[in-house]
């Protein structure tokens, strides 16, 4: 099984790219459960991320990517995992992260990332805080997959580019399978 995960900061096209990704593959693709849950959580108590809703994004993200996996064959698009969430938790958090998510986030469960470069438009939305910190987040989520030894690659450019050269990076991968 092939898993690709995009990753990296927010407003950079990761949805997109993961719903074009699946339709072009005919596969599925992994939603992002935290863009879930805390649209829930502002629309009922018009409040933000705290440390209490960590575990509970992880785990709902982490049963998404397992019902995903078993309705797929050989692809499986991810847009985000536990090592995305690790890193906003350490950035928001002065450092703080669950283990029980760092344990899991530093599996080496995935065949590739793709980072997503900040060369997209920010689109704002309730959820997004960070417009002028994306320079910033896309060194630190570099980082990570460095310090993890994590395969990627990075994907710049507009969509058409983005998808020309995820399409052609995971067509090497499925060759390789």
């Known amino acids: ?70 309705q797929v064959e050989n692809l499986l698009i991810c847009d985000t995992n536990l090592l995305e969430l690790k890193v906003y938790s350490e950035y928001y958090y002065d450092g703080f992260c669950p283990s029980e998510i760092k344990t899991e986030a530093t599996k080496d469960n995935y065949s590739i990332y793709l980072l997503t470069y900040v060369d997209t438009p920010w689109e704002p939305d309730i959820l997004r805080d960070r417009p002028n910190n994306r320079e910033e987040m896309f060194r630190i989520f570099e980082a990570e997959l460095k310090k993890q030894n994590f395969p990627y690659k990075i994907l710049k450019g507009d969509k058409e580019e983005r998808f020309e050269n995820a399409v052609k990076i995971i067509d090497k991968l499925l060759k390789k399978k």
Do not use: C, N
Not at 14 to 42: C, D, G, I, N, S
Not at 51 to 60: H, N
């Open 1 to 70: 099984m092939i898993k690709v995960v995009l990753y990296g900061p927010e407003s950079t096209g990761k949805t997109t790219l993961a719903k074009q990704l699946a339709k072009h593959y005919k596969t599925h693709w992994v939603p992002e459960y935290m863009r879930e849950y805390l649209q829930k959580k502002w629309d009922i108590e018009k409040k933000f991320v705290e440390k209490e809703d960590l575990i509970p994004i992880a785990k709902g993200q982490l049963q998404l990517e397992k019902k995903a996996f078993q």
